[in-house]
């Protein structure tokens, strides 16, 4: 019986010394925030510039002790405050002239909720949360492993951003995850001493962002000494929309001993207890729901809500059916997606506490195919190096040949068509059999592009006959297939070829990439990637 009293008087003291730690210390240089936690987790924030200077989780320092955790590189200064709210939460508040950080922790987790509200872009930099934790410490990835650790390399392949190591190309880029996609990513080692550091996002963290359900950006990146976790809010990373102000977020930043946890079930509601400017709760949001048709089930179906102040999404089901998260009220543009090529667009007025209908329907074209090559979804699927392109540079050895290739209808496989053209690089031919009515009068050569670079744009040649060059398309400053992006605009060139050029019997037609600007090496040529290729009238 005085032994089970022990063990309970000392579970009791250690449970009571763990509530007692919760909060907040100060000192002449910070705010020491201990979360009173089974496992022991504390923080040291700066007072003067907003660093997260110190990680401590179950005694061990995580933090690298060179370059500190912060918003883009650094806020440089601040006027930073720290409050317990509710006997529950430590919120420190980081003001600057047009930013305002928030870091809260919960008593009794190994988690940073934080969110940042802008009132102008930042003038310092990327829009980014970066937790530079201790590489030898966190020195793996998740989800997608060595494609971004880069810190073993002796070779640079472009910029100062894609390395070789080990003999594969490898870059901060190709941790990338698609932002519908994106609610967990970590770093992290195993074993019998396993801790994860994971980045955690709902479906509130992304809606100030800008770029839609299928821009990617950094995640993670161990660069040897230190390994890199971040949550980009925005960048000029192959940026199609202008940037969003407001609150971005909440997104969160918890320390695990096993397993990784979801985003999807973080719950940030308690936010609305907390004074964050820019919060709204979710009884103030309200939903769209209804059915989207003209989609075959064999695609994701998905739905995009936007206008100037937030953006949401939400996958269908396969009959159609869909239901959006909790939006910010207000007028957006409601988007249907084949893939991730825009198929249909309406508009739509969300209310507090209210569910709208808003069916949508695919648009319908009527024209006659003469032969189509890949799916127009907005992806350049099954193409030559797609399956590669996401976490490999163009130049990797594990790549195919990029050509010239040649394909011939109805017999070539999809893998003839490189999923990217370079200017003077590798034209692409296509062969044709056509029969009398094939031939006769005059066709639309169609070429789906996902992203240019560099006004990269198509024209084609058929036999002696040359197509004029498109205008070139709204530029992107920024790299895109080098770095595993392949998504822009999206821009879809209808060529006019007149009557009597296509023959019947055999016919050659050559795609070629046109810009103004030329370049060495040739990955940094201008290009295009291809979405789709189809013949018709």
Known sequence: MRVLQSVALAAFAFSSAAIAAFGITTSSTGFTVDAGSENPFKIFVNSATCDITSILYRSEEFQDSSKYSHISSGLGSATVTATIVSSTYVKVTCVTSTLTHYIVIKSGEATLYMATYTTAEPAIGELRFIARLQGSKLPLEYPFGIVSTTGT??????????????????????????????????VYRDGTDAIHACMMMDSYSYESSSGGPFFRDI??????????????????????????????GPYALAFSRSGIPSGKSMDTTFFKDLGITGYVASTARGTVSGTATGVSSSFQIVLHWYNANAQYWAYASSSGAFTS???????????????????????????????????????????????????????PTGFRNADKQLRMHPSDSRMSSWGPLTYTVGSSSLDSIPMAIWKGYNPLTIKVTLTAAQATGAATFRIGTTLSFAGG?????????????????????????????????????????????????????????????????????????????????
Request: net charge negative.
């Open 219 to 248: 995640n993670s990146n161990n660069v040897g000494s230190a390994t890199h976790l971040t949550f980009y809010m925005n960048s000029g990373h192959v940026q199609t929309e202008t940037f969003r102000q407001g609150l971005h």
């Open 325 to 379: 998260p909790l939006m910010k009220p207000g007028t957006y543009t409601q988007v249907l997606y084949k893939g991730e090529l825009q198929v249909g667009s309406s508009s739509v007025t969300v209310t507090a506490a209210k569910t709208t209908t808003a069916n949508i329907a695919a648009s319908t074209q009527s024209h006659t195919t003469i032969f189509q090559i890949g799916d127009w979804d907005g992806k």
């Open 153 to 186: 390399s002796t070779t640079v392949v472009e910029g100062t951003d894609v390395y070789t190591v080990d003999g594969q190309t490898r870059s901060k880029f190709f941790s990338s995850e698609r932002f519908i996609d994106d609610n967990t990513h970590c």
């Open 457 to 537: 744009r198509p024209y084609i040649t058929v036999g002696s006959w040359t197509s004029t060059t498109p205008a070139a398309p709204t530029k992107i400053d920024s790299r895109g297939v080098t770095r595993g992006a392949y998504r822009g605009f999206g821009e879809v060139y209808d060529l006019a070829i007149p009557a009597g050029t296509l023959v019947t019997g055999s016919n050659t037609i050559t795609i070629n990439c046109a810009s103004g600007s030329t370049g060495d090496p040739w990955f940094l040529l201008p290009n295009v990637i291809l979405d789709a290729i189809e013949l018709f009238r």
